[in-house]
Structure formats: structure tokens, C-alpha cells
């Protein structure tokens, strides 16, 4: 009975599998024709891309938006516990910098640096603007560092350690001047830092060198410079020179030199030509003032006041000036905006060295303009002139200290109350009003 069951069950089974369907086989999709997508870009743009893409030199974005402004600002009240101690401690002058340039001969004669302190004491005058590195690139005092370069350009002239314990006993605020890419010490002491003919010397217009601002070991350099000040007391960083040689715009074909990480710069606008001296000048002032955060000091420029007026012409990129861009990477930016130094007719005036309140009048609102689109705090402090230019275009005129009041006047007229007078001698005007009310003109 057992076998007849299994024998029934096999054969249902083997019926029951009879009756299955078999699976139809997949059938082939069938496609029609896909759309031609038409490219954005013709093929001589795609060509072009593909050049710079090759060249390492496709940094270009469409659509992308970069801000030239700060990311982040450092606080204003952030303690001092947090900065290096100098321990020399003086203030940001509250009333605003009304400073006078005095030049290592000037502090190194006892008479003529206690005349000058003397006349800070009893006006109000509030600050000196030191030599720390000059015009020829020699730095004036032994300096803490361990960049051989820096020590053997190091002069230990002045002993600024004591300078800065007296400014500090009449609470003058203390500014370093740093002279940076015009440095004819390190051009020699370091040829492959400048610029060089093709037969191999180093560049020397005027008989005197410039540095590569490329650079970034030359901007180190400076930097080491800077931060020796800083840790001497200085409260202030002021660069002066940062910018390329004015002959260098027309002699650059015949110059061999390095653009650092510039090599690959690829302009915004094609047709600016220059922009990567601007990009190297604006780069080293974010540079520097990242380094020199730690020491708690600010960091000014001097900048030619012609690029405020002249915005991005030729010649201006041709040194590596743009007034908004170092405006914003800087606390204070100083235009040099000396009446004797602008040309016949400029702002409508005939000879602006015989009218120093107009020339700085119309000024302003150039600065003003520029500087209302910069989004950085930064401070307006600019040169005024306090001697006199007998090559200044138009029939001689001797600076009195009515001239340097009119300039004073009009910055104040701007509500700009701060400000720098130079005299190469120390040779300043008796019996100005250096802090007059708005309306004083």
C-alpha cells in the first residue's frame, strides 16, 4: 500500500510539472533618438579651456563670487593678554595719529630728537614715525632674529629699545617704518631676490634696487623685520614702498626675474594687463597682517595717492597699487597726497602746489568714494606736506605752516582727523593748529 502511494505521488508530481509555463524570454529594448544636447560654449572656447587646463592656468569659474573682504576680523577688545608683551604700553592716541616723520639722523642727535619731542609735548601732536628699515634697506637697530639676511643688513645704529622706554615716559605713540620691496641692501646681499638685466647684474634704476614682491622668501623677510619691531614696543607697522619700481612697467620685457606662485596667474580681465603685480602687492599686506596678528600691533600701508583717483589705469597696476584692495587688508592706509607732487592742472588746478586746501579738498572725495565701497574698518591717515618742493610744477612757492594748516583744514573739513607730516630735514612748521574744528576753513 505504502509503494502503490509513493508511486501516485511521483507520477502527480511529474504531471504537475507538465503543466508549468515557461517563462517568455525578455524581449530587446528598442530606443529612439536621444536629443542632441547643444554645448554652452563653442568649440573655440572649449579649446581655449582646455589650453589653459594643460598649462596648469584653469582657475576660471563661471558664476562663482569671490569676496574681497575679510572672512574674519579680529575684535577691537580683545585683552592684551593675548598679544605678545613688548612691555612698552602706550595707547591708540583717543583723539586720533597727528604724527611727524623723523629719520634716523634725527633720532640719532640728541638736539634735534628732544627739539622734536618737545614740540609733540607742547601741541597736539602725538606721534613719531620711525626709520626701522630705510629707503636704501638697511635696518637701523640690532634686531632679535634668527634670518641671517635681516642680521647682516642689521646697521645697530640706533639703540630703539631706549627711544621707545622715552616715547613711552611722554606717551608718543611709536610708528616702525618697514621700507619694503625698494631695497637696494638686500638686492645686493641676495641677487636672485631682484630683478636683473639679461646680461645678469641686478636691476638698479636711478641707482637704486628693487626686490621682486613675487617673492614670498622676500616677504618674509620683511616680515621678520616687522615682527623685531613689534617685539621692540613699536605699536605700529607701517610698509612703505610696497610696490613695484614706476620703471618697471617700461623695462619689464628686458628684466629676467621670478614670478613665484604668480607664474600661473590668470587675470580676471585678460586685457588688464598688471593684475598679477596687484594680486602679489595685495597678498603680501593678508600675509603680513596674519603674521604680525600674534604681536598685537597695527599694520598700515603708504600708498601713492594717485591710485585713489586713477582706480585701475595702466600705470596704476603697473607698480601693483589698487587702493581698495590694500584699504582692505589693512588698519590704517596713509595716501601720499603731497599738493607739490601733482601735475599741472590736475583737479582743475593750475599749479596744485599753491593750493594746498584745494588739492586735498578735491582729494578727499576721490578717497571717500573709493573707500565707501571697501568693507573693511579701516582708518584714513594720510601724508601731508610740511616742506617745500622747489620742482614742483609751476612758479616757486615756499610751505609756511599757513600751507600745512590749509591741507589740515580741508582733511578736517572731510572729518578726517588724522594724519602724517613729512619733512626729510625735521624741519616742521611753528604755529599750526593741529586740531582744529570741522569747520575751521
Same mark, same amino acid.
Given at each position: 500500500m505504502k509503494k502503490q502511494a509513493i508511486s501516485l505521488s511521483l507520477v502527480t508530481l511529474l504531471?504537475? &510539472?507538465?503543466? =508549468?509555463t515557461q517563462k517568455p524570454t525578455e524581449e530587446k529594448p528598442t530606443y529612439t533618438n536621444i536629443p542632441k544636447v547643444e554645448s554652452k560654449y563653442d568649440q573655440d572656447?572649449?579649446?581655449?579651456?582646455?589650453? *589653459?587646463?594643460k598649462k596648469g592656468k584653469a582657475n576660471r569659474y563661471e558664476g562663482l563670487t569671490i569676496l574681497k573682504g575679510n572672512l574674519l576680523n579680529r575684535p577691537d577688545n580683545l585683552p592684551n593678554s593675548l598679544f605678545y608683551d613688548s612691555g612698552i604700553h602706550i595707547e591708540y592716541p583717543k583723539d586720533g595719529v597727528k604724527g611727524i616723520y623723523l629719520n634716523s639722523d634725527s633720532v640719532a642727535d640728541?638736539? !634735534? =630728537?628732544? *627739539?622734536?619731542?618737545?614740540?609733540?609735548?607742547? !601741541?597736539?601732536?602725538? !606721534? $613719531?614715525?620711525?626709520?626701522?628699515?630705510?629707503?636704501?634697506? #638697511?635696518? %637701523?637697530p640690532l634686531v632679535n632674529t634668527d634670518n641671517e639676511l635681516v642680521q647682516k643688513a642689521s646697521l645697530g645704529w640706533i639703540d630703539y629699545p631706549a627711544i621707545l622706554k622715552t616715547l613711552a615716559e611722554h606717551n608718543v605713540y611709536p610708528i616702525a617704518r618697514i621700507v619694503t620691496f625698494k631695497d637696494t641692501v638686500l638686492a645686493t646681499n641676495h641677487p636672485d631676490y631682484a630683478f636683473k638685466t639679461k646680461d645678469g647684474e641686478v636691476w638698479s634704476p636711478d641707482g637704486e634696487s628693487f626686490v621682486?614682491?613675487?617673492?614670498?622668501?622676500?616677504?618674509?623677510? #620683511? %616680515?621678520?623685520i616687522a615682527i623685531a619691531a613689534a617685539k621692540m614696543g613699536f605699536k605700529e607697522i607701517q610698509f612703505d614702498y610696497i610696490r613695484f619700481s614706476d620703471a618697471f612697467v617700461v623695462n619689464e620685457d628686458d628684466l629676467v626675474y621670478s614670478k613665484g606662485t604668480f607664474e600661473n596667474y590668470v587675470s580676471e580681465n585678460p586685457d588688464d594687463a598688471?593684475?598679477?603685480?596687484v594680486a602679489a602687492i595685495t597678498q603680501f599686506l593678508t600675509y603680513a597682517k596674519e603674521r604680525l596678528a600674534p604681536y598685537g600691533v597695527n599694520v598700515s600701508a603708504d600708498i601713492f595717492g594717485y591710485t585713489a583717483v586713477a582706480n585701475n589705469s595702466p600705470d596704476v597696476r603697473g607698480i601693483g597699487q589698487h587702493f581698495a584692495s590694500m584699504a582692505e587688508n589693512v588698519d590704517v592706509i596713509?595716501? $601720499?597726497?603731497?599738493?607739490?607732487?601733482?601735475? @599741472?592742472? =590736475?583737479?582743475?588746478?593750475?599749479?596744485?602746489?599753491?593750493?594746498?586746501?584745494?588739492?586735498?579738498?578735491?582729494? $578727499?572725495?576721490?578717497?571717500?568714494?573709493?573707500?565707501?565701497?571697501?568693507? #573693511? @574698518?579701516?582708518?584714513?591717515?594720510?601724508w601731508l606736506?610740511? =616742506? !617745500?618742493?622747489?620742482? &614742483?610744477?609751476?612758479?616757486?612757492?615756499?610751505y609756511t605752516a599757513e600751507d600745512v594748516q590749509a591741507q589740515i583744514n580741508a582733511l578736517a573739513s572731510h572729518g578726517i582727523h588724522e594724519f602724517l607730516l613729512w619733512n626729510a630735514a625735521g624741519e616742521y612748521s611753528d604755529g599750526v593748529d593741529y586740531a582744529p574744528k570741522p569747520a575751521a576753513q
Open positions: 504531471l504537475s &510539472a507538465c503543466t =508549468f572656447a572649449l579649446n581655449e579651456f582646455d589650453s *589653459r587646463r640728541p638736539e !634735534t =630728537f628732544n *627739539r622734536l619731542l618737545q614740540k609733540i609735548d607742547d !601741541t597736539a601732536l602725538n !606721534t $613719531m614715525v620711525l626709520d626701522f628699515k630705510d629707503d636704501y634697506g #638697511n635696518v %637701523i621682486n614682491p613675487f617673492l614670498k622668501e622676500v616677504w618674509d623677510y #620683511n %616680515i621678520d598688471g593684475e598679477e603685480r596713509s595716501s $601720499m597726497i603731497y599738493p607739490s607732487h601733482w601735475g @599741472s592742472s =590736475f583737479f582743475g588746478i593750475d599749479y596744485p602746489n599753491t593750493q594746498p586746501y584745494k588739492v586735498v579738498d578735491e582729494y $578727499m572725495y576721490s578717497e571717500k568714494q573709493v573707500l565707501s565701497n571697501v568693507s #573693511n @574698518s579701516v582708518t584714513s591717515r594720510p606736506q610740511d =616742506f !617745500t618742493d622747489s620742482v &614742483a610744477a609751476g612758479p616757486y612757492y615756499e
